[in-house]
């Protein structure tokens, strides 16, 4: 009798970021990419045509080049050990190099939102002077005759630091004495040619995007925006990871604040070289964060943080120089971090509420950023509070741990509409589909529940028309494989659906939570704020229908898009806005999720699907 | 007929710093780096014995290694070009490196002071507390749990910087919440094991040597006192030639600023040491200097202060990260640089005024400070003014360019007596002679004066018995080789007599400008400070029979050592004393010499000696 062992399991190893996981012999490094969480790019979905996946092999034993490659790569490149991840399948324990070239890119950053910056009172200004030039009668220090030709000033108080000082003395004579001065308050932080723009750049610091954009600081206007991935996604996809890394390795601090910095200081010479201005018009930085990535963005210890109870080193505003901060501007200018309210519950939190306003509304709100971590907010006029919790919502609707799942980015599909006919889909780009993103996700799900696919606790019913056996498990076929961009069928899994449930039931709990913690019923809600990426493209109605979302008949809804950086921006421009979002974080109660009465019970039941409707 | 040719004449260039000189053949290294200026060791007096005096050949031909070379240098160094620069003759056109070890350092640094250090208002206090720990039910952040804890302060205003946010959340923990917090204002600085004292540092930063003291914030007490040459000696014994290798080299600025900033950390590692406390300690540190080294030390532009008319980047004082400026001390400990008047008459000037008390003086008082530049200070109490003039009087003093000169090191010369027997000579440590210093000088300078060696012009009396033709020229003997540590004649040359006319020709010049701008007699003078090194050991009559200092009749000399250091160590431990530095920089007019009328003749009248007075 013969008895067939199951096959053997090596071990995968990424770097940067010494990222491990252990797969079947034969699996591609490509699914060990996905496993490990390392954003591969792939655009045409493993099959060896696109040659976007290249990685290095640094040591081990994976199978020969495929045709595919041979065509791909030089052979150069294949004597350097550089593959397809799609194509080499591991044979033993390997270790593989991923270069930054193949790292997802063309993923939708969102930068946008329908939030409008109002012109503020910024915190730098321009001051035009035109000084007499030193001479033998008048031998006062470069910053004297500056502080003396300075009008509307406290010339007493004027002061600057040494590298404002050393521009100071050697553009004021390249500019023969006539130039603008920048000041923040009563320190002179930058020389600008005569009649130059000052600008100031504001970024969100998301643990997966990072988004940012360029603004006149004098008109709030938007002048360019960009975004890129998170360099740290190499050292751990979440923020528990990356502050795990940081902890055991020693350096790791500086490492990951650097691989940010590198990239914030990239982005501020791509925005000001788009817009045709030097880096020395950006006269402030305004950032935002969760309070993890601020702390990991400016070196703070996060041993505190990672560890139970979770207090941050420092919560509350602070200006930071952006020299200190690795980024390249004005050469006094400052970085302006805005407060946090708890551990979990940062700066970003704050700014979304700031550029909603809800701060100010004059009823019930709320406000929701979904995303790896969701945060609530509830406000209630009458009995002027704030509260907010945050839900360990994980990474699903990122598109992460989903069979088919994959970010916002070209192919992706973000609409379905499912008939007696062929689905609907709407894909990003719209070009062929290659995975689902979290808005597609939702509109799946909503719509395999009206049609009893599944049921209200998200179990398929196999004995229904479109459900069928997968490999491992039921599975319903969205795109075949000759309609698919990646030649292969997409499909969502029972395993799919669970993390689906997962990720809308932490929501759920917190919405109710908070809710019911206030004492206030859905039906009171006026107004529901919809922000982040995932939240733009959100069916609202679906939403509702999977009970991501309870019924809120008295509400309006507005999907804000990206708030947090609208709300960077604002405060960009606005020292009033500071003060605002000053205001919020100290007066927001943080209400902690896991120790209210019956959480796990909430969760349970916030993970079940609504009853039958349809 | 045949007639002898001039010996030929090559070039020396040393490194770092590219000195050059032009030395006939067969002149031996250590003539060639004193022509240079550069301050080589040289115990034995270059006979070749105690070989300190090592440098080593980069190109260019001199003798072969001597006998003693052989016995003291090894082999390999022999190979490495390494030679005593004593025993090395040039024979050609010679680049040479001189390593760090072969400089003079054992020279007296005069780091003392007969002014008392006051205890003061510390800009930087100590506060001890004892915190709750973050629990469930309190995960504050560490900055907003430590503000609560500080009593007497504004909490809404308690702030950090990052270095002392990362230092905070780290060892709070170490220390379980008990801790000494160390605080500038209503900025936290640094934390302390509970019950450790703060101490701060004064610093001296000339333009020759850097004087440095330790002190207790709260005492005032000194801890340690030690001082350096300052290393920038490399790049131009003077500030003038200092400047312009900044000018010449780029990166010349980072260059010499990095060099300064080494030594004093290095002070700064030995000082705590030496008292047995932590760098972390040293919460605040107050720096004087003329203000080109103050550009220097900071890196400020110099291009303007070099050139007419001379203006200088900042003579406001200000607060600089000790971090910013290469010092580790504690981590958000400041460097408080002192005021200046002028580009030439900077914060040390203020200083010594400072610690004189002469801005308080009850009548009408005169400071000044002999060295390299001499700096005046005329105060008359009833007209309310403040004047001050800077005289460039030269390195005489400090032995440069006389023939026998040394700096005040042990051996040197310090005074001198002239009898009908054997002149009375003390040496600094009572070693045998090796040099003049200063003060010996003045000294002999008096004497010779006294003796009718030399009349009031400076010419030596050829047909007087204690004058002899030298190699070149008339000269005296001072110390004959047998009685030397040198066991070569020391001799006072008719050229030594000229230089030290030019420099304190220029100081008089300076005294008679400024007393008569001011329309004061010097017999209205009430008090006149002598400051710094060489005015310690100055003998007051002598100075005056040399016309260095005109009669005055009615004053009372004080000689206070190093001021600019006392006035540094006092500013360090008190901020009223900063208050004051400050109103003297703004009250002090300086008076411009060069431009004021007959400025050359008063030069030249300042050059001659007194009538016959003896």
């Not at 270069?99 to 009172?121: M, N």
């Not at 553009?171 to 600008?199: C, D, Q, S, V």
């Amino acid at each position: 009798m013969v008895k067939s062992n199951p096959p053997p399991v090596y071990r995968v190893e990424f770097q940067p970021g010494a990222k491990k996981c252990l797969l079947a012999i034969n699996s591609s490094l490509l699914d060990a990419a996905q496993q490990a969480g390392i954003p591969l790019a792939s655009g045409c979905g493993g099959v060896g045509t696109c040659g976007q996946c290249r990685v290095i092999i640094i040591e081990g034993n994976v199978s020969d080049p495929s045709e595919n490659e041979k065509e791909i790569l030089s052979a150069g490149e294949l004597d350097r050990g550089i593959r397809l991840a799609c194509q080499a399948r591991i044979q033993g324990d390997v270790a593989v190099r991923v270069p930054v070239s193949s790292l997802i890119t063309g993923q939708r950053l969102q930068t946008e939102s329908d939030v409008k910056i109002t012109k503020g009172d910024p915190p730098v200004r321009t001051v035009a002077v035109h000084l007499p030039k030193p001479g033998r009668e008048d031998s006062r220090s470069d910053l004297s005759r500056l502080a003396a030709g300075l009008t509307g000033v406290d010339q007493e108080k004027i002061h600057a630091g040494l590298p404002g000082i050393r521009q100071l003395s050697t553009m004021a004579r390249e500019y023969n004495w006539n130039f603008t001065t920048l000041l923040h308050g009563n320190e002179i932080i930058g020389i600008l040619p005569p009649g130059a723009k000052h600008a100031g750049m504001a970024i969100d610091l998301g643990t997966t995007k990072i988004a940012a954009g360029l603004y006149d600081l004098s008109s709030g206007e938007q002048l360019a925006a960009g975004g890129e991935l998170n360099p740290q996604i190499a050292y751990g996809e979440d923020i528990i990871s990356r502050m795990a890394y940081v902890i055991q390795h020693p350096g790791g601090d500086k490492t990951l604040s650097h691989s940010v910095r590198e990239v914030l200081d990239t982005l501020l010479g791509d925005l000001t070289a788009q817009e045709g201005i030097s880096r020395d018009q950006v006269a402030e930085i305004c950032v935002v964060g969760n309070t993890a990535m601020i702390h990991l963005f400016l070196e703070l210890p996060v041993r505190p943080l990672a560890t139970s109870p979770f207090a941050a080193s420092i919560l509350s505003a602070m200006d930071v120089k952006a020299q200190d901060a690795g980024l390249t501007a004005a050469p006094g200018a400052y970085v302006h971090i805005l407060p946090g309210i708890g551990g979990f519950v940062g700066a970003d939190h704050v700014a979304m509420v700031l550029a909603s306003h809800l701060d100010h509304s004059p009823h019930i709100s709320l406000g929701i950023d979904i995303g790896t971590n969701t945060e609530i907010f509830l406000t209630h006029k009458e009995r002027n509070f704030f509260q907010s919790v945050s839900c360990a919502s994980g990474p699903a609707f990122e598109g992460v741990h989903i069979s088919c799942g994959m970010r916002a980015a070209p192919g992706a599909i973000e609409s379905v509409k499912l008939s007696s006919l062929d689905p609907v889909i709407k894909t990003i780009d719209n070009v062929p589909a290659v995975g689902v993103c979290g808005s597609g996700l939702i509109d799946i799900t909503a719509e395999l529940l009206r049609l009893h696919v599944i049921d209200h606790r998200g179990r398929f019913d196999r004995d229904h028309d479109l459900v069928r056996k997968g490999n491992k498990e039921f599975e319903f076929l969205l795109v075949p494989a000759d309609l698919s961009g990646t030649k292969r069928d997409l499909v969502i899994t029972q395993e799919d659906i669970n993390q689906i449930q997962l990720a809308k039931g932490a929501v759920r709990a917190g919405l109710d939570i908070i809710l019911e913690s206030a004492g206030i019923e859905p039906t009171a809600v006026k107004e529901v704020i919809i922000a982040g990426a995932f939240g733009t493209f959100l069916n609202i109605q679906n939403a509702v229908r999977t009970g991501l979302l309870p019924v809120f008949p008295n509400a309006i809804f507005r999907q804000v898009g990206n708030a947090a950086l609208a709300g960077a921006a604002q405060s960009l421009v606005s020292k009033q806005f500071r003060k605002r979002a000053r205001k919020i974080a100290e007066k927001t109660h943080h209400l902690e999720l896991t120790t209210y009465p019956d959480f796990s019970l909430r969760f349970a039941y916030g993970m079940l699907f609504p009853g039958d409707e349809s």
